[in-house]
């Protein structure tokens, strides 16, 4: 694929800040619509078998649930348009039920579409220029980006423009459409880590070197799941002209000598672990050197063609505080705390980064109803220049938003139950489906997240707690990423019964380190009370400026492991 | 063959729109109330023939036998807090699933 002229390519109220399709992106999606609707109608005439369907249908991102398919819709770095965020309301209504679930890898979730209607579905995804191709099987899948990026203070470089080169290049790339396991890309370009790419099978970070040339760190090797680990460094500084010759490299390296004789060893970060990061460096670094790059020669021009399409918006000069904002604070105090919690700043004066999220009080994470979509959709347009962002936190970011325009927003919001002013505090938990929904799940995750969320209902008492990251897993595929929750939630089976394993200590940032185990598991009405006494145990000890995880750090697991004992009759319960 | 501990009912997912089915007496029903129901290996056995039958018939996908108990209703209710989930729906949204109505319940 390559993108489109810019001159040609413009459409009424299109966003500026976001990638199009050209004829080729389209004809090669719609192709692939009609390609399965084919072989929908084959699976239902009986000419093809559920063996022979299945790796069809998951290359289209259609599942079988526990109570329904459900199918996967892949948001490219996490970015949506309006139009785009509108359509994804209207397939909820027509062919599910009035709801989504955004995920932690940025896609969006159905939970009850039909078979018989899923080409439709694509079809009308097609439209908007969103599909489900690689949101499932063993190949390189929806490529993550930083939710901030193009807007936060911190950045070296919007990364974005690589992300999208990615996805063109890993979309259908023959030679990576049957890699051992699956295969998962995240970018940031900032100081500050929000893609967690240090949990991912490669991780991109944009960096400078010392004669200001832009470049990329390249960590492989990290994962979640059943062996979790950080990944390490495979190249400190790859330049952007050789960045998709030295992931071709890698994937090649991974593709031979990755594990298929068993899928629990068959990810990258099995292989990493297995030979140690020198070897293969060493690999990668000798397929680099042996292999034809000329057919990943990198185009300036294309890359600067990309990167024009996330360009700024037609942003207004304006003073870099507003005073109708702080009026509106100290006049509204729900809206103060919304803008002192869920407002961030933004590179450019005037305006503000808005995290909208998809956590109310005692809510399902991540779900939002296709009429809050179209709130959503209709504030980008009046406040963000019809742009919006998933969150890997499965909340929804409102890039763009003048600081004048923060209280009319919230009031948008507010009405739709999209105001819960919590981003980052306790109540602020990543969960995976669960059991809810979630054939491979060993427990239920959602509940736990809604009753932890209850016992913390007091807002003013989560500003208090501060930062403290709440992840949930359903099962150990981890895709709840409770390994790097400050304090993580295991739902396991245990004797016929939903039990729970806690962890603490884990980080998804540039400082990131796999959580520790508690102790025994407990069963889901111990949870909230172990998080509680566990925060109540860290609002003690802890000293000036520190987040949980800072405390923990700092006074070490077996103190906080000592005070549940203490608890919990000798660890019997924990 | 394994040890025969429970009654058992046949469970599956529809094809066309995978919706959780049960073989009954007269074939699949959306309500597992209504579920032919195992008691002994042999009968487990004839339910599963019956299964790998709708299977190659396109009917339905991931068939197996999964515990119950019998009600004193005569009717069956998964042991499995699995199984129970699946004949009712997410515990999460009772509006959802076979317990709003959508299915038989």
């Known amino acids: ?574 | 063959m394994p040890v025969f501990k429970h009654p058992q009912i046949l469970i599956a997912s529809n094809l066309t729109d995978g919706e959780v089915v049960f073989l009954g007496p007269s074939g699949w029903e959306r309500d597992h109330r209504r579920a032919r129901v195992a008691r002994k290996a042999d009968e487990a056995t004839a339910l599963e023939d019956l299964g790998k039958r709708d299977i190659s018939a396109n009917r339905v996908v991931d068939v197996y036998l999964a515990d119950v108990e019998i009600g004193s209703d005569g009717a069956p209710t998964p042991l499995h807090y699995r199984e129970k989930m699946r004949v009712k729906g997410p515990s999460v949204r009772l509006d959802l699933g076979k317990q709003a109505g959508e299915g038989a319940l």
């Open chain 1, 1 to 574: 694929m390559t993108a489109v002229d810019l001159r040609v390519a413009q459409r009424p109220n299109a966003p500026m800040t976001t990638y199009r399709y050209d004829e080729y992106d389209a004809a090669f999606v719609s192709e692939r619509v009609a390609e399965f609707r084919e072989q929908v109608n084959r699976r239902l005439s009986g000419a093809l078998t559920e063996e022979e369907f299945r790796p069809f249908r998951l290359m289209n991102g259609l599942y079988l649930q526990l109570h329904a398919y459900m199918l996967r819709v892949a948001i490219p770095y996490g970015t949506l348009t309006a139009r785009q965020m509108r359509r994804l309301a209207d397939i909820a209504d027509k062919w599910d039920k009035g709801y989504g679930h955004f995920t932690t890898r940025q896609n969006l979730q159905y939970n009850w579409p039909k078979l018989v209607d899923t080409p439709d579905i694509l079809e009308s995804l097609a439209e908007v220029e969103m599909h489900a191709i690689q949101t499932s099987g063993n190949c390189i899948r929806n490529v993550t980006a930083d939710h901030f990026a193009g807007v936060a203070p911190d950045e070296i470089e919007d990364p974005r423009p690589t992300a999208e080169f990615l996805r063109q290049w890993s979309s259908l790339h023959s030679e990576f459409s049957f890699l051992p396991r699956k295969f998962k890309i995240a970018v940031t370009g900032a100081a500050h880590d929000r893609a967690a790419i240090l949990v991912h099978d490669i991780g991109l970070r944009i960096v400078k070197n010392d004669t200001g040339e832009i470049g990329y760190q390249v960590v492989v090797g990290g994962g979640l799941g059943r062996s979790p680990f950080i990944g390490k460094v495979v190249g400190d500084f790859v330049p952007r002209k050789d960045l998709l010759a030295f992931l071709e490299a890698i994937l090649r390296v991974y593709n031979r000598f990755g594990r298929r004789d068993n899928k629990y060893k068959a990810r990258v970060k099995i292989l990493v672990h297995e030979k140690g990061i020198d070897e293969i460096r060493a690999a990668v670094e000798a397929e680099f050197a042996a292999m034809d790059r000329s057919a990943f020669a990198h185009d300036p021009e294309e890359f600067e063609r990309i990167a024009a399409f996330f360009a700024p918006p037609p942003y207004e000069s304006l003073p870099a505080t507003s005073v109708s904002l702080r009026a509106a604070k100290l006049e509204t105090p729900a809206f103060a705390n919304f803008v002192d919690v869920n407002v961030g700043a933004h590179k450019i004066p005037g305006y503000a980064i808005v995290t909208v999220s998809l956590k109310p009080i005692g809510g399902v994470p991540g779900d939002a109803t296709s009429e809050q979509m179209r709130v959503l959709a209709d504030a980008s347009e009046r406040f963000g220049f019809g742009e919006l962002r998933v969150s890997h936190e499965q909340n929804i970011i409102l890039p763009h938003v003048k600081q004048d325009d923060l209280f009319a927003l919230w009031s948008m919001l507010d009405a739709a139950g999209l105001a819960t002013a919590n981003a980052g505090l306790v109540s602020d938990i990543i969960s995976c489906p669960g059991l809810d929904y979630c054939s491979l799940a060993t427990a239920r995750s959602i509940p736990i997240a809604q009753a932890i969320s209850k016992r913390f209902s007091d807002m003013s008492r989560q500003r208090r707690i501060g930062k403290l990251g709440v992840k949930i897993s359903g099962c150990i595929n981890a895709c709840g990423h409770h390994h790097v929750g400050a304090i993580g939630i295991l739902g396991l089976e245990k004797k016929g019964q939903e039990s729970y394993q806690i962890t603490l200590g884990g980080d998804p940032t540039f400082s990131a380190s796999i959580g520790e185990i508690l102790g025994p598991g407990v069963t889901a009405e111990q949870v909230p009370d172990v998080v509680e006494h566990l925060v109540d145990y860290y609002l003690a000890e802890r000293e000036e400026g520190e987040a949980f995880i800072d405390t923990w750090r700092r006074i070490g697991h077996a103190r906080f492991k000592d005070v549940l004992r203490r608890e919990g009759e000798d660890g019997a319960d924990i």
